[in-house]
């Protein structure tokens, strides 16, 4: 990712509608679909700034990696330990058949080959173990905010199964999230590009449109993983080894 994303990430994911709101859906989904053992050993690969460890760590113990030398001292210090650089598709050092949860959130589309990337992962589960995956959703909606993030592809269900399944995984609860403002985002990416104004900075709105934005977006908690969702800006699932028990 460019270093001004790393830099908007470390100043506004304590405030930001998005990073908020989304950290409390997706403890709300593993708690409903994760059927994680107590006390799970948890590594995030992509971490960034750390700012969904401490919401990992309600679920056990979090190991993290981050390659960005400054996010991962930032993330180092809010988890207070040394976070890891191993990269995909290698996680070189990463401990295999030792986790119970591996989360990757919105990081498989940086990889260019996301199937050894997957694999890769897969190596690292306990048996029982599963992937938290969200990735970007709707390759149309292409735009600057994906060229800045480094951005392989965009997703749609079909090709994020179809990766999963070549990587010898198997996708369970996989759906839309972020659906309720999708309307918005899918207006705000076609404006910019009919006017030729696409904009990359995703840095907070005024407080007021914040905090609503933050509100609806937080209602999709009691839905996510229990409801099939209309289209939506990402997509989630949580991925096993085939033949595996879930």
């Known amino acids: 990712m460019d270093r001004i994303v790393y830099d908007r990430m470390a100043a506004h994911d304590s405030t930001h509608w998005w990073y908020t709101a989304r950290r409390d859906i997706l403890a709300d989904y593993l708690v409903r679909e994760g059927h ?16 969904n460890l401490p919401m990992l760590a309600a679920f056990g113990t979090v190991d993290a990696i981050e390659i960005d030398p400054a996010a991962r001292d930032i993330a180092s210090a809010r988890l207070g330990k040394p976070v890891g650089a191993a990269p995909l598709p290698e996680l070189t050092g990463v401990e295999r058949g030792s986790y119970d949860l591996i989360a990757v959130l919105d990081v498989v589309e940086h990889i260019q080959d996301d199937v050894a990337a997957l694999q890769a992962m897969a190596t690292c589960l306990r ?17 600057a905010h994906d060229v800045v993030n480094h951005h392989h592809r965009r997703y749609s ?30 207006a705000a990416r076609l404006a910019g590009r009919l006017t030729g104004k696409d904009d990359s900075d995703d840095s907070p709105p005024p407080k007021i449109v914040n905090t ?13 993983g229990r409801v099939p969702m209309s289209p939506g800006v990402s997509i989630i699932t949580l991925a096993s080894p085939a033949g595996s028990a879930r």
Not at 36 to 51: M, Q, S, V
Not at 212 to 224: K, M, P, W
């Open 157 to 186: 269900k079909a090709s994020l199964i179809a990766a999963i399944r070549a990587a010898g995984l198997e996708p369970a609860k996989l759906g839309y999230f972020n659906s309720l403002l999708f309307p918005l985002a899918a």
């Open 127 to 143: 048996p029982g173990g599963k992937i938290l995956i969200t990735v970007p959703a709707h390759q149309w909606m292409w735009s």
């Open 36 to 51: 994680l053992p107590k006390d799970a050993r948890i590594l995030e690969i992509g971490c960034g700034t750390g700012h």
């Open 212 to 224: 609503l934005f933050e509100a609806i977006f937080r209602l999709e908690r009691h839905l996510v």
